[in-house]
């Protein structure tokens, strides 16, 4: 199935480092969505956008909506323990009521 | 206001068995949406559930089937199960048919299917 470029694949930082991970498609969204997933758990949503160019935060998370519509952008500021997990971005396009998920980035933080 | 449930969380099968899957959204939830992950393929979309009718269908075998019944809850069913139907199945509710804009999905803890 048709999937979204989602980079990087995984990251290792320290704690207190910011974390920026980004998703790019080859058609144009109308909507994007970054979720997180623990280990033996369901993907959480963390961040709904909408409009081209926005831009959102939820606490230490901000994402934005690519001016181009083909991308979207994560970043995570003073990285803390708990936001260890895997990253998807997730993307709606006109007329499409499936969502096509990106392929992950995993988050770990070195002691 | 309860979150998404799955049963069961945990399963082991054997090759040409067929098993069943279930999914309760949250409340007031009438799209359930059905997805298969695996660490070589990700997130596949499966199917969608809306007022007991299939609206949109992943690109997957029928084997792989589903319903939902008048209370929104779903079943997914697989038949004649390969090695490769190992994958966490997650289920996800939305308010509407998840197409719809500001109507987001909220995911389940998934079920984790063995096939042996």
């Known amino acids: 199935g048709q999937q979204l470029n989602q980079s990087p694949q995984s990251m290792f930082i320290q704690e207190g480092e910011d974390v920026s991970m980004n998703c790019t498609s080859s058609s144009i969204f109308n909507t994007w969505l970054w979720y997180k997933q623990d280990p033996g758990e369901g993907p959480v949503l963390l961040i709904a956008l909408y409009k081209a160019g926005e831009l959102t935060s939820n606490g230490r998370l901000t994402a934005q909506f690519g001016i181009t519509r083909k991308d979207s952008f994560l970043n995570i500021s003073a990285s803390i323990p708990s936001d260890v997990g895997i990253y998807f971005c997730a993307g709606r396009g006109f007329g499409n009521e499936k969502l096509t998920f990106g392929t992950g980035t995993r988050l770990t933080i070195i002691p | 206001k309860a979150g998404v449930t799955q049963t069961p969380r945990y399963l082991i099968k054997t090759r040409g068995q067929q098993v069943t899957l279930s999914c309760s959204p949250i409340s007031g939830h009438r799209s359930v949406s059905w997805y298969q992950q695996t660490p070589g393929q990700g997130l596949q979309f499966l199917f969608e559930y809306f007022s007991e009718t299939q609206r949109n269908k992943g690109n997957f075998p029928g084997r792989f089937s589903g319903r939902q019944f008048s209370n929104s809850r779903s079943e997914m069913n697989v038949s004649t199960l390969e090695l490769g139907d190992s994958a966490l199945y997650l289920c996800?509710?939305?308010?509407?048919?998840?197409?719809?804009?500001?109507?987001?999905?909220?995911f389940g803890p998934g079920t984790r299917l063995t096939v042996l």
């Open positions: 996800a509710s939305s308010l509407v048919l998840a197409g719809a804009s500001y109507n987001e999905q909220f």
